[in-house]
């Protein structure tokens, strides 16, 4: 564990909590590729981002909690404790390198996805999947991708899409999602072994730039328009993506 080790991964999480702040969503999509590039292990990766996504929904939840949908949230909770032990179960049994690759190429189908997300949310007139039961799929891909990459967040963005939630509900369920969820998740690598010595070292030495991250992605997102920064950050999704089946 070196200085400039140190530094990379701090930059790597303050980028990611930079992001979940100003946007709601895209940590765990941002940091977790930028970590992998890094001579550190995807357990202590993947433990790092879940200590550190929890921080920064702990940080930002309160301001949006009056926007949240609760029965969605509560149904969300439920099938996420479900998905959670399929999570730890794919990543102690998936070699790291196909786990990168399926990373990879996850992050790609994400970021074309989040590109086209406006021109669907308009060519959709009304909501889809208004039964309540459809909730629960969503639910139970959020807990084990959250568990497996923490990746908990992206489920709930397809589903709000589609919902076609206003972006102050989006928002705040989204955060409240990812408080509960990310108390879940972290308590599932807890128990399942993936906390280590050099994650919780590493989580120490961000904890100051998950703060400055938090407060500066707030101001940001409240004086410049989202939409632009979206469009960057699909496009940087889209590249690390691509950089992680390079060989």
Request: hydrophobic residues 55%; aromatic residues 12%.
């Amino acid at each position: 564990m070196t200085t400039t080790l140190i530094v990379l991964v701090v930059v790597a999480v303050f980028v990611g909590a930079l992001m979940k702040s100003m946007f709601g969503f895209g940590e765990a999509i941002v940091s977790m590729p930028l970590l992998a590039l890094l001579p550190i292990t995807l357990q202590t990766s993947v433990s790092l981002i879940g200590l550190a996504g929890l921080t920064v929904a702990l940080l930002t939840v309160f301001s949006g909690w009056r926007h949240v949908e609760r029965p969605v949230l509560i149904r969300l909770a439920v099938s996420t404790v479900i998905g959670i032990p399929f999570g730890l179960v794919l990543l102690h049994l998936t070699p790291a390198n196909v786990i990168t690759f399926g990373l990879g190429i996850f992050l790609i189908a994400f970021g074309c996805y989040s590109l086209i997300k406006k021109i669907l949310s308009r060519a959709i007139e009304r909501p889809l999947l208004n039964d309540r039961g459809w909730v629960l799929p969503f639910g139970f891909a959020s807990g084990a991708l959250g568990s497996a990459y923490n990746f908990n967040g992206v489920p709930v963005v397809v589903y709000g899409t589609l919902r076609r939630w206003n972006p102050d509900r989006f928002r705040g369920t989204l955060q409240a999602h990812f408080l509960l969820s990310g108390v879940l998740v972290v308590t599932g690598h807890a128990l399942g072994g993936l906390w280590t010595f050099d994650s919780l070292i590493y989580y120490a030495y961000s904890l100051p730039a998950i703060l400055i991250a938090t407060a500066l992605g707030v101001y940001l997102n409240k004086r410049i328009p989202a939409g632009k920064f979206e469009r960057y950050l699909f496009i940087i999704i889209i590249v690390l993506g691509i950089l992680l089946l390079l060989p």
